[in-house]
């Protein structure tokens, strides 16, 4: 268990919808990252936070969008779900700034969209 | 853009053999990362590798960087049936923040 929590576990939503994944960072940790893993595209960082301010952006799609809460968790949301939207969706989170500190990976959310 | 190579993508292997992984990238990076992956669960973190020469080892596992040739390596000895699973390479893309360019990973079954 790394101590990084995401919620839901398990999400099913038809295409069209909009949902939101929850990432609760390990305790201390400042820095969230949020990655996509599909079996055609493999593992994909998708945008990074650090102390509630974005600092980097990779493959993430203008539907989706993310945030960092005062208390250090973030949420990404999806919209417009397509198909190929399903996935794993991870979260990760790290001590300080991205440079540093090594990142811990949460349990995931499988987010299937039908 | 970094890029991140692995060999091979699948790996069948009897108990008891030995076998390496390679994990090539790209462009310069002084971190590099092992992480194991079972089915349907998150990733596990197997070694931090911090600087040339770097050899970590835990239990059958045993990893490796050469910073100069842009290579690291994830060497199986003896391997048992408990260490099937994937296993994925991850670089440190210092140019976009730090984040992970993952490799697309190595499935590893040891047959009994």
């Known amino acids: 268990d790394s101590g990084v929590t995401q919620t839901p576990k398990h999400l099913i939503t038809a295409t069209g919808q909009r949902v939101t994944l929850r990432c609760s960072p390990r305790?201390?940790?400042?820095?969230v990252y949020w990655y996509q893993q599909s079996l055609d595209q493999g593992l994909q960082f998708l945008i990074q936070y650090y102390n509630g301010e974005e600092r980097a952006k990779g493959n993430i799609l203008e539907r989706f969008s993310a945030q960092q809460f005062p208390d250090l968790h973030s949420e990404l949301n999806l919209s417009s779900l397509e198909l190929g939207d399903s996935a794993l969706y991870f979260c990760a989170s790290s001590v300080g700034p991205p440079s540093l500190y090594e990142q811990y990976f949460g349990p995931g959310t499988r987010l299937t969209v039908t | 853009e970094l890029k991140v190579e692995q060999n091979p993508l699948f790996l069948s292997m009897q108990e008891g053999k030995n076998y390496t992984i390679y994990c090539n990238y790209s462009?310069?990076?002084?971190?590099l990362y092992w992480y194991r992956q079972d089915p349907g669960k998150s990733l596990e973190s197997l070694f931090v590798l911090l600087s040339n020469g770097a050899v970590k080892q835990e239990g059958r596992l045993m990893a490796s960087l050469d910073t100069k040739a842009r290579l690291s390596t994830l060497h199986i000895t003896a391997a048992v049936h408990d260490l099937s699973a994937t296993y994925f390479c991850a670089v440190d893309d210092k140019e976009y923040g730090n984040k992970l360019v993952f490799g697309a990973g190595t499935i590893l079954r040891v047959k009994s």
């Open positions: 305790s201390g940790d400042l820095s």
């Open positions: 462009t310069t990076s002084d971190r």
